[in-house]
């Protein structure tokens, strides 16, 4: 496999040393910045330098664009315009809506399907960057109904063999749930991190030692320039949990107010509730189980197939595809974890039309 990595910081870096040590590919980098890729070649994230974007996805069989958001709808055109009709194009940006929208319209645009690798750290640089950095991570993919099937097999198999969880989503799904459970975060701990240095003074501020305040304020200010983009590309959504979240605030000062340590310590509890269900339901497990169908070989049937079984909570663990030898039809094989997923797979299936031939359980 070639694997061209435009833009080789702390994530692209990371790729790149996660592809050469779990799989036989060669890495050709990019990066506008000639020092940052020459730094990238000695720390053995990339095999090859390139001078450009063309000169690096040639041939390549994905790109991966991964620069700040805001320069990412160039860089993915620019990827599409100057790789061959084999080459699969993916980003990892933290926000996919107005990206899906402006490579809709592109030539090559079918090959382009987003991604968003939920791995990261406060520090960047590709002198940061690790080959162990998405183990076990979730990697959001994001086709749309014009994606081609082979690039999101080829993408999603690549995600999984590195060591990443792979879960197709709705680009616009994708930037309401990111608002919600990384974005707002880095909203609320900017606000605790000012509104401590205001309040707390002198010896007062030995207070900003405690775990709790530590913890929750981790990411407070971090990357300015990569969170504005964010913020800025995710604005109206990200606005809107936070007004969700002040008229939760209000319910909370109201019930402390009252002072009522029954309920306090009822809603304590169902904070801690809630916080079990949400880290509880993204644990992967279970027998794997096989499930086996036919379909039309048309666009968009692939990503149809994802979008729908994400959409309802069933995660594809691995994915395979067989064009029939008219490439009329196609078979597919999905494999999901645990028997329950497996029955609500195969309704799921069955209710976008296409009939599942077989169910088996694997290792």
């Known amino acids: 496999m070639k694997l061209a990595v435009l833009g080789v910081g702390l994530i692209g870096g990371s790729i790149g040393l996660a592809a050469k040590r ?12 000639r020092e940052t890729v020459e730094r990238a070649l000695n720390l053995g994230a990339v095999d090859v330098v390139a001078d450009s974007v063309a000169e690096a996805v040639a041939n390549a069989d994905l790109a991966f664009c991964a620069a700040p958001v805001y320069s990412l709808p160039a860089l993915v055109a620019e990827a599409l315009e100057h790789s061959g009709e084999g080459t699969g194009v993916s980003d990892v940006g933290s926000t996919k809506a107005g990206l899906a929208e402006a490579v809709a319209g592109l030539r090559g645009g079918a090959r382009f399907i987003g991604g968003h690798p939920l791995a990261g750290a406060e520090t960047a640089g590709v002198e940061n960057s690790r080959a162990d950095l998405f183990e076990g991570a979730r990697w959001f993919l994001t086709p749309t109904d014009t994606s081609e099937g082979v ?6 198999n690549f995600v999984a063999d590195i060591g990443a969880r792979p879960w197709a ?21 900017n606000v605790l991190a000012s509104r401590a240095a205001q309040t707390l003074t002198g010896d007062d501020r030995r207070a900003e030692v405690g775990r709790s305040f530590r913890d929750t304020t981790r990411v407070a200010g971090a990357n300015p320039s990569i969170w504005g983009d964010i913020f800025a590309s995710n604005a109206d959504v990200v606005a809107d949990e936070v007004d969700a979240v002040i008229e939760r605030l209000g319910e909370a000062s109201r019930l402390l107010r009252e002072g009522d340590a029954d309920r306090l310590s009822a809603w304590q509890a169902s904070a801690a509730e809630d916080r079990e269900a949400l880290l509880d339901s993204g644990h992967p497990g279970g027998r794997l ?3 086996r169908l036919a379909v039309e070989n048309r666009p968009g049937v692939v990503a149809e197939l994802a979008l729908a079984l994400g959409r309802a909570g069933v995660n594809i663990e691995d994915l395979s595809l067989a064009p029939a030898s008219d490439h009329r039809t196609g078979a597919i094989s999905i494999w999901v974890a645990g028997a329950e997923e497996a029955e609500r797979a195969t309704a799921i299936v069955s209710d976008l039309g296409h009939g599942v031939s077989a169910v088996s359980g694997g290792s």
């Open 22 to 33: 779990r799989l036989e590919t060669e890495v050709v980098g990019f990066d506008p910045d």
């Open 169 to 189: 989503i709705d680009p616009v799904d994708h930037d309401r749930a990111m608002a919600t459970i990384s974005h707002l975060p880095h909203v609320l701990a």
């Open 289 to 291: 189980f096989e499930l």
């Open 151 to 156: 690039v999101f097999d080829r993408l999603h």
